[in-house]
Structure formats: C-alpha cells, structure tokens
C-alpha cells in the first residue's frame, strides 16, 4: 500500500504521465526534489513500471478488437501459451484467468478477414479450441488505477 502523498503522486502521474517535477511538486505540496526522491523510489520498487504514449488504434490501421478465450484441447498439455504466442504481433495483452478457459487475450487487428487469420495461427501455435467475443464500441479503456487513500483502507 502506498502512503497518502505516494498515491496523491501516483494518481497525477496516471493522469498526466509527462508532468513536469515541478508541476507535479506543486500538485502534491511537495518541494521538486522530494517529489523527484518520491518518484525515483515508487520507480525502483515497481509501483511506476514505465511511461508510455497511449496510441489511437483505429489510427494505426487496426479498427477491429476482439477477446479471444482459450481453452486448452489437452488438458495435460503443457501451460506454456503465453510463449507459443508472444511472437504475434496483434496480442495486446494476455491473462490467465480462472474458469473454464485458461487465458483470456486482446487482441487489435484490421479486418475481419485478419482476425480469421489470426485465430487460425493461435489455435496451431497452441493446440487451443477459442470462443471470441467481439468488441462494437469502447466507452472507455486504459483508465489508471487509482490507489486508495489511507482513510479508504
């Protein structure tokens, strides 16, 4: 859990990743050197894992979302789905989750006809049968996680 002033830092930086120190040091209450030793620490310890530009898919030539669920054919199978698949390009994110699927992955593609491709190529790669669910529209996505304050607890 984070102190009060950590996830105050936290939260700016969720909202606007390239604020400023001294933005941020005046968001927060705090001189720019201690926000900076705040910083550096919440980055050493993983709680800050990177900054990043978020990109517009549809933009990028990649309209179409999709989950992709898989469930393992063999069920001695080996858990290794996630290696046999990070080499594909078009997996934004992979989770294992519980139920009857073992992984849950999302995936951006261009067209209908590369999604069909695409599925294709992850039930060779990983001996997998797959139920997908596609996505019609996005209200909202990417949103930060906001660290409860100490009161919240």
Known sequence: MLEDVDARIVAELAADGRCSYTDLAERVGLSVSAVHQRV????????????????????????????????????AAPDDYPQRLAGLGAIESCYSVAGTESYIVKVRVASPGALETLLSQIRTR????????????????????????????
């Open 40 to 75: 550096r620490r919440l980055e050493e310890r993983g709680a800050i894992r990177g900054y990043a530009a978020r990109l517009d898919a549809e933009q990028l030539g990649l309209p179409l979302t999709a989950f992709i669920s898989l469930t393992p054919i063999d069920p």
């Open 126 to 153: 990983a001996a997998v049968s797959t139920r997908t669910t596609v996505v019609l529209s996005t209200p909202f996505e990417d949103r930060q996680v906001v660290p409860p304050k100490e009161t919240d607890r």
